[in-house]
């Protein structure tokens, strides 16, 4: 039986499990217990890396919020509150976080920017991320259940330095949308460009 969780810091108007209730509302059971994977990676990574671990483990259990809202759904909220109007050409997995990080606002009641910036970045990055950023990046592509070839190459480098798991997941995802043949959203180019095609160790360590 997994320990219970309580909430000290007051980041959220919700106890742990009326936020893990609200989260298994919005998905699949399925989709909800990856979010508890990603809540306990997150809560782990941050423990190693002198990170807020509740902060840590809100971000990672939000992450998924939106996820599985129809694509009008995303649309319409793009445009009623005046989002990047660029971002309708894009699907889903840029869409969930950015306009995740919205609906939190406005179903949820938090505005905590932390765990806001955490939901928006962690699909597409950014280049220039804090390790609370990082670390829900991060823990999304490596928790447990995950399976794809580089998987435990990007656990053993996320475990040596978060800035190294960044930079192999974000090229990594690169490889993947260009071996697909799927746009590229603007940011993921910059995420990449900041971390792994220039210099990333005078900026990122």
């Known amino acids: 039986m997994s320990k219970v969780i309580e909430y000290q810091e007051h980041l959220v108007p919700y106890t742990h499990e009326a936020l893990m209730a609200k989260v298994a509302a919005q998905l699949t059971d399925k989709r909800y217990q990856h979010c508890l994977r990603v809540e306990t990676t997150a809560r782990k990574l941050a423990k190693a890396n002198g990170v807020d671990v509740e902060l840590a483990g809100i971000a990672g259990l939000l992450h998924d919020y939106a996820k599985q809202r129809p694509a009008e759904t995303f649309i319409d909220l793009i445009k009623s509150h005046r989002m990047d109007p ?41 280049p220039y991320m804090t390790k609370l950023e990082q670390i829900v990046f991060m823990a999304d592509f490596i928790e447990p259940a995950r399976d794809f070839p580089g998987v435990d190459d990007a656990r053993k480098l996320t475990k040596q330095s978060l800035a190294d798991g960044v930079r192999y997941q974000i090229q990594h995802t690169l490889d993947y949308l260009v071996q697909k043949g799927a746009p590229v959203y603007p940011q993921t180019l910059a995420t990449y460009n900041a971390w792994v095609g220039q210099v990333p160790a005078l900026y990122h360590k």
Do not use: D, F, P, Q
Request: charged letters at 10%; hydrophobic letters at 45%; aromatic letters at 10%.
């Open 86 to 126: 660029n971002l309708v050409s894009y699907g889903n997995g840029v869409w969930h976080g950015y306009v995740g990080a919205e609906l939190l606002k406005t179903e949820l009641n938090i505005y905590n920017e932390a765990i806001l910036n955490a939901v928006r970045l962690h699909t597409v990055g950014a």
